[in-house]
């Protein structure tokens, strides 16, 4: 598995030309649904909601709000990461609540959990949770991304777009939920020439170091 892992690592990079006939399977797209479900996040909050953007009209206008790159409209999948814009009460209550009840608890044993969850969060200002929030978006591109080469399939992380006008064009202000990253999912095009070159990556000496 260790072979494979650092196999598959190798083989993906930032695709720029799909094969806009490739068509991602139901089964994989279930897949990348699960793994993207299973998530790690702070407190297990999972602040955050992806969207599949399938609709071809908003692809196109999200294309143009993303300096036209052209993989959001030949990718097989675009998925949108988006981040919830605040953390209310309700939304922390239904955690804790969704916590008690999938492991069978008593509100007794969970609730010095719950008022510590309310406390921590409460202490945070609305900028801190903004930005907290965003950090659990990209925990969750990096598993996505990680996930993507293991099933053989090409990704694409961008941060490269508006993020308040496609926050407009998806009405997401409306949700709670804010833009973060798009990812584009599907096969790279045969003509891709950037699938062979190699990786430039710092030296490892150069990354790591011991204390």
Same mark, same amino acid.
């Given at each position: 598995?260790?072979?494979?892992l650092l196999k598959?690592?190798?083989?993906?990079?930032?695709?720029?030309?799909?094969? $806009?006939?490739?068509?991602?399977?139901?089964?994989?797209?279930?897949?990348?649904?699960?793994?993207?479900?299973?998530? $790690?996040?702070?407190?297990?909050?999972? $602040?955050?909601?992806?969207?599949?953007?399938?609709?071809?009209? =908003?692809?196109? /206008? *999200?294309?143009?709000?993303?300096?036209?790159?052209?993989?959001?409209?030949?990718?097989?999948?675009?998925i949108i990461l988006?981040?919830?814009?605040?953390?209310?009460?309700?939304? =922390?209550?239904?955690?804790? &609540?969704?916590?008690?009840? *999938?492991? /069978?608890?008593?509100?007794?044993?969970?609730?010095?959990?719950?008022?510590?969850?309310?406390?921590?969060?409460?202490?945070?200002?609305?900028?801190?949770?903004?930005?907290?929030? &965003?950090?659990?978006?990209?925990?969750?591109?990096?598993?996505?991304?990680?996930?993507?080469?293991?099933?053989?399939?090409?990704? *694409?992380?961008?941060?490269?777009?508006? $993020?308040?006008?496609?926050?407009?064009?998806?009405?997401? &202000?409306?949700?709670?939920?804010?833009?973060?990253?798009?990812?584009?999912?599907?096969?790279?095009?045969?003509?891709?020439?950037?699938?062979?070159?190699?990786?430039?990556?710092?030296?490892?000496?150069?990354?790591?170091?011991?204390?």
């Amino acid at each position: 598995m260790k072979i494979e892992l650092l196999k598959a690592l190798q083989w993906r990079y930032a695709v720029k030309k799909y094969d $806009p006939g490739f068509k991602l399977s139901e089964d994989d797209k279930e897949t990348l649904e699960t793994i993207l479900q299973l998530t $790690p996040s702070s407190y297990g909050l999972q $602040p955050f909601h992806f969207i599949w953007l399938e609709d071809q009209l =908003l692809r196109e /206008e *999200t294309k143009k709000i993303a300096w036209n790159q052209q993989q959001i409209v030949d990718a097989s999948n675009v998925i949108i990461l988006c981040a919830k814009t605040n953390l209310d009460t309700d939304f =922390l209550d239904t955690h804790v &609540d969704n916590m008690r009840d *999938t492991r /069978e608890m008593q509100e007794e044993q969970i609730k010095g959990f719950r008022a510590h969850l309310h406390a921590a969060i409460g202490a945070k200002d609305a900028d801190t949770i903004k930005v907290w929030n &965003d950090k659990q978006a990209y925990i969750a591109l990096g598993q996505v991304l990680t996930a993507c080469a293991l099933l053989q399939l090409d990704a *694409t992380p961008m941060e490269g777009f508006d $993020p308040l006008a496609l926050d407009q064009l998806l009405e997401l &202000d409306q949700n709670g939920l804010r833009s973060i990253l798009i990812c584009t999912i599907g096969k790279r095009a045969a003509d891709d020439q950037y699938q062979h070159l190699k990786k430039v990556r710092r030296a490892k000496k150069e990354l790591f170091s011991t204390r």
